[in-house]
Nanobody, 113 residues
Framework: VRLVESGGDLVQPGGSLRLSCAAS????????MRWYRQAPGKERELVAT????????FYADSVKGRFTISRDDAKNTIYLQMSSLKPEDTAVYYC???????WGQGTQVTVSS
C-alpha cells in the first residue's frame, strides 16, 4: 500500500500548480484524506483536509482562499489546486491517509522568481 504525490515544480510568485496524490494497494473511499507541507527548518504543518462525503473541508489560515482540496474516489486520487502562490508556500508537500497512518514520499514545490 502506498501514496504517490506528483505535480510539484518551480513556479513564479502568483502562479498556480495542481498536486495529485494517487493511492495504490488500497482504496480510501469513505475516509478522510489530508495534505501537509514541510518547509526547510520548520515542522510539518496541516494544509488541508477533505472528508469522505457530506462534511466540510478544512484549510490552514495561510492557504484559505488560495488552495482547494478535492478527491476523485473513482481514481483513488486526491488533489490540491494551488493558486496565487507565494514564496512562503515553498515546501515539500505530502498527502496523508489517517486511517492507515500512511504518508506519501512528498513532492517539492518551490515558489521563486
Amino acid at each position: 500500500v502506498r501514496l504517490v504525490e506528483s505535480g510539484g515544480d518551480l513556479v513564479q510568485p502568483g502562479g498556480s500548480l495542481r498536486l495529485s496524490c494517487a493511492a495504490s494497494g488500497f482504496t480510501f473511499r469513505g475516509h478522510v484524506m489530508r495534505w501537509y507541507r514541510q518547509a526547510p527548518g520548520k515542522e510539518r504543518e496541516l494544509v488541508a483536509t477533505i472528508p469522505s462525503a457530506g462534511g466540510s473541508t478544512f484549510y490552514a489560515d495561510s492557504v484559505k482562499g488560495r488552495f482547494t482540496i478535492s478527491r476523485d474516489d473513482a481514481k483513488n486520487t486526491i488533489y490540491l489546486q494551488m493558486s496565487s502562490l507565494k514564496p512562503e508556500d515553498t515546501a515539500v508537500y505530502y498527502c496523508y491517509a489517517p486511517a492507515w497512518d500512511l504518508w506519501g514520499q512528498g513532492t517539492q514545490v518551490t515558489v521563486s522568481s
